[in-house]
């Protein structure tokens, strides 16, 4: 299978550097693409010298799966560019431009009425391989859906949604790792106010994230049940919760939530 992908900044870049370093794909069988030679495409190369870069967006526009990955705003100009280049009957089209509809994917297609197109939504920790994606798609054989899931299972966890849960999954994954950040941030404010050095506190925080995760991971459990063990009546959990929430925690978080799919 050949990946070609159009624009190479945060995203496309990480994206480039996760399928190559993930071995399923050979490295030659990419190509990533960007009008500036600077930077990022420079930087590919030196890391995969097999990976194929180009400043002409229609180099990647013969291979089976082509993922654009440019600013929203630079969306249409884009497509308009490389549309007549991609046989829609043949090749999937991923866009992983937030906000652009599936229909609106749909309406490059000259070769067919119903293209192959997909949607979908990684965020940051794409870089690390630890991305939480969405995927939805129009048109999209089983087969098709499996390759797309395949591509991205390789940079981390992958959900199938239907369209209309794209916002949802982009203010819980891809604005709320932002808010995780932030959370991170709060807590270790507090311990370095606490008396702990802030990397120490950051450190300490970080693990303690990656426990709580893992804890949800492996039970299963609801997060009330993981908290109910660690509330002892009268202790001093339950009051840090309750403080918490005099200050409007859950509010603040569901409210932060809601705010980025307006
Ligand atoms: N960041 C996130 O958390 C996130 C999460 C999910 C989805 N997204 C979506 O991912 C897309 C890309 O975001 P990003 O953060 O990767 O942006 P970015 O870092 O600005 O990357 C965009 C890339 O596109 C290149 N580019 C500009 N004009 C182009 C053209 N005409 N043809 C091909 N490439 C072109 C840019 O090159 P120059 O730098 O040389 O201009 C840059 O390398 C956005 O649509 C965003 O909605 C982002």
Redesign the pocket.
């Given at each position: 299978m050949t990946i070609g992908i159009?624009?190479?900044?945060?995203?496309?870049g990480a994206i480039a550097r996760g399928i190559a370093a993930g071995g399923n794909i050979a490295v030659a069988d990419i190509t990533v693409?960007?009008?500036?030679r600077h930077?990022?495409l420079d930087a590919l190369k030196a890391d995969f010298p097999d990976l194929c870069v180009a400043t002409d967006?229609r180099q990647a526009t013969g291979a089976d799966v082509i993922i654009v990955?440019?600013?929203?705003w630079?969306l249409d100009?884009?497509m308009s560019e490389i549309a007549d280049s991609i046989d829609f009957a043949q090749q999937i089209l991923v866009s992983?431009?937030?906000g652009a509809s599936l229909e609106h994917l749909a309406a490059f297609s000259k070769s067919t009425a119903t293209p192959a197109v997909f949607r979908v939504?990684?965020?940051?920790a794409i870089a690390v391989g630890e991305s939480m994606t969405f995927i939805a798609s129009a048109n999209a054989t089983s087969e098709q859906v499996g390759c797309v899931t395949d591509i991205f299972s390789n940079l981390g966890k992958v959900m199938v949604v239907e369209e209309r849960l794209m916002g949802a999954g982009t203010a819980i994954a891809?604005c709320g790792i932002a808010y995780v950040m932030r959370y991170v941030r709060a807590a270790t404010e507090a311990g370095v106010e606490l008396g702990m050095r802030a990397d120490d506190a950051k450190k300490a925080m970080l693990q303690t994230l990656i426990g709580a995760a893992r804890l949800l991971e492996a039970t299963g459990s609801n997060p009330e049940a993981e908290i109910d063990k660690v509330t002892t009546p009268g202790g001093l959990t339950i009051k840090g919760l309750n403080a918490m929430e005099r200050y409007g925690f859950t509010t603040a978080v569901i409210e932060g939530l809601k705010a980025s799919m307006k």
């Open positions: 159009i624009g190479a900044g945060n995203m496309g693409t960007s009008p500036n930077g990022e967006n990955a440019v600013k929203p630079l100009e884009v992983i431009v937030a939504i990684p965020n940051t891809s």
